[in-house]
């Protein structure tokens, strides 16, 4: 099945700077990479997502790239803010809508 | 509009009972799925329902069994607790790729 390494697992940030995650996927068939947020005590959240049709994508302070050459793909949150801080989670699947999930970041925005 | 709704929020059992996670949604959504999510292991899969009627196995399937109930319902039962089943629980729906999770269940296994 699908192996999903996320890089790195824990994130520290002064406020305004950017932060970036990395993951990278072993199933070549894998067609679509979503990114969840999750704050204290709540599910994961889709933040932003992506399709292998696309290599680069934006929503305001966050953007996505992939490499299906490399298999790997990567968040990017510039300008980062207090509201930042959770823990992110990438993922990947083909088709069949079942997500195999990064182990997960933990970012912490400094004031 | 409340989306996926899960129940308990908080479980406490002993080694030995059984107990079933319970899981609704209101998105008229085809799939449904049940998550684990431990320390440094992101979310697995226990379970996943592609329609009503239908039911798979995931990644860590040992030791649970569901029921899709209708269309809204997805339970997750544990016949008999282990410390290892310690957990927080979530279950998520979806009608194409995006999964909707619920506020998930914390449960202890002592």
């Known amino acids: 099945g699908e192996n999903v390494e996320q890089h790195p697992s824990t994130l520290s940030v002064q406020e305004g700077d950017s932060a970036v995650i990395k993951c990278t996927y072993s199933?070549?068939?894998?067609?679509?990479f979503p990114w969840y947020k999750q704050e204290l005590g709540k599910g994961p959240q889709l933040i932003i997502d992506?399709?292998?049709?696309?290599g680069e994508k934006k929503d305001q302070r966050i953007a996505v790239t992939l490499n299906k050459t490399a298999k790997h793909f990567s968040l990017h949150i510039t300008e980062t803010q207090p509201e930042d801080s959770a823990v992110y989670f990438c993922?990947?699947?083909?088709?069949?809508?079942?997500?195999?999930f990064g182990a997960g970041t933990t970012v912490t925005v400094r004031a | 509009n409340a989306g996926v709704t899960q129940t308990p929020k908080f479980q406490v059992l002993k080694t030995g009972q059984s107990m079933t996670l319970q899981c609704a949604q209101d998105?008229?959504?085809?799939?449904m799925y049940w998550y684990r999510q431990d320390p440094g292991m992101g979310l697995r899969l226990i379970y996943y329902?592609?329609?009503?009627?239908?039911?798979d196995k995931g990644e860590v399937p040992n030791g649970y069994n569901v029921s899709r109930l209708n269309k809204r319902e997805f339970s997750l039962r544990l016949e008999s607790a282990a410390p290892s089943q310690t957990s927080v629980y979530f279950c998520?729906?979806?009608?194409?790729?995006?999964?909707?999770f619920g506020q998930g269940t914390r449960l202890t296994v002592v």
């Open positions: 199933d070549s068939a894998s067609n679509y």
């Open positions: 329902s592609a329609s009503e009627g239908t039911t």
């Open positions: 998520a729906s979806s009608q194409t790729n995006e999964a909707f």
């Open positions: 993922a990947a699947s083909h088709n069949d809508y079942k997500l195999s």
């Open positions: 992506i399709r292998s049709n696309v």
């Open positions: 998105m008229n959504h085809n799939s």
